[in-house]
């Protein structure tokens, strides 16, 4: 199990509700956590965490993966958590964790009970000044520690990097321009009770109560840039705002919504409960979105009503409802391992209907949000989904191959390596010769190295160049059939 940050849980570590449930993110996460402690303590699950994957070869049944450890710097087996290290530490900087709401040690833990269940140092925020090193009392920090290579002979692989909230540009209904307007991802943040403020519905910037709360709709995406939906955003914000009302009954909420979009179960009985519970909804056309502007220490958001016209609604706090998009390490991973993108940045399926979990090249499977964005709920069981794939895949113990694949002409072939340039699955090596050699397992049959070639040294097995010019002549020959039409 490859994970690129220093701890698990990625999005869902961070969530306070969960949507139609209302369940505890954290107690779900914990079971999760517990079990997986338990398999890598019973030596079935193996973890690296700050991994950073370096090259994959190899095909279905037979890869060979090169890892990174970057250095933890704290001993997990010593660490006993007590945060003698964090009150030494001098350096502070923004917690990515609570999306630069507050701040945090160069050493640290993002939240109580993180897994693995030690502190890890911020190798980017760390000044070595040894602090940490000496308020230790297990000794377990260690400031000269080095990454370490790993390599893994395996036969399937799962790719589940998820994907992160959109992060709006400066400006953007006033993002960054005035305090009082945040994401839904900040606000997620704010109504935990570990959060920067502790679950107090306050502006965090200056600790004001808030008494009116706007919600805008589709922020980032179903646009030009990003065309798509991203499913969750309408269920997270009418959540959010169902909290906010339960929990602050008096608190004025406005939701400002474009559509609504509430495709999973339970999640129309969610939109239902917001006229009971006095929650105000303004529509807007896409061509004309709200504005925000700031009258004094008051923000005020602007839309146009169908009917009523030009409307402002006060707010002490304005939400962005943000979408998910790609991680920047996408492109990265999809290259290593020859996967391709589709033109929203996800990780694209072999087929849509017929292999949903499976990537374009056999063995490696995908799970969660790096295909596109979901919910928990499509991503476990797209992850139960992608598990089964790969261990049927597995105890079968060969891989049955489709007997139409290009082969060469060693006699014909000038080693230019036009075809391995060419193949999309990397199918295609020259041997110690320097002629080319096809990878049956890896190859395809699509035919652009055999269109490809120069010296016409490459065939498709089955189909010679012969019966393909013949069939297209008989294509295109004009029939001059008989037959009585009576």
Known sequence: LLEEQPFLGGNVARLNDLMVTFQDARELLSKLLDELDNAIKAGRVKLI?????????????????????????????????????????PVEVPDEFNFGLSTRKAIYMPYPGAYPR?????????????????????????LGAEPEEHEFKVG?????????????????YGYKLYPGVITSAQLERILCRDGPTSGA?????????????????????????????????????????????????????????RDIRTFGRGYEEMYSALREKGINLFW?????????SAEGEELVVEVKDRVLGLIKVPADLVILSVGLVPREGARDVASILRLTLGPDGFFKEAHPKLRPLDALVDGIFLAGCCQGPKDIPDSISQALGAAARACSLLVKGEVEVEPITAEVDPEKCSGCGTCILICPFGAISKDERGIAVVNEVLCKGCGSCAASCPERAIKMKHFTDEQIRAQALAAIRPYHGGGSSG
């Not at 911020?122 to 040894?130: L, M, P, T, Y």
């Open 156 to 172: 399937a692989i799962i790719v589940a990097i998820g994907a992160k909230p959109y992060e709006p540009r400066e400006g953007e």
């Open 201 to 257: 519905l306050v502006r965090p910037s200056d600790g004001r109560e808030v008494r009116r709360v706007a919600f805008i709709f589709c922020v980032g995406v179903r646009n030009e840039e990003r065309p798509y939906c991203s499913r969750i955003c309408c269920g997270i914000a009418i959540k959010q705002a169902l909290l906010i009302k339960e929990q602050w009954p008096d608190v004025e909420v406005s939701l400002f919504y």
């Open 118 to 142: 030690s502190y890890a140092i911020d190798e980017a925020a760390c000044d070595k000044c040894g602090k940490c090193v000496d308020a230790c009392p297990e000794g377990a920090i260690d």
């Open 284 to 292: 807007f056309p896409p061509e004309e979105p709200p504005k925000v």
């Open 49 to 89: 965490t700050n991994a950073r994957l370096r090259s994959v070869e190899g095909y279905v049944g037979n890869f060979e993966v090169r890892v990174e450890r970057g250095p933890r710097y704290v001993d997990p087996g010593k660490c006993t958590t007590c945060g003698a290290c964090a009150e030494a530490c």
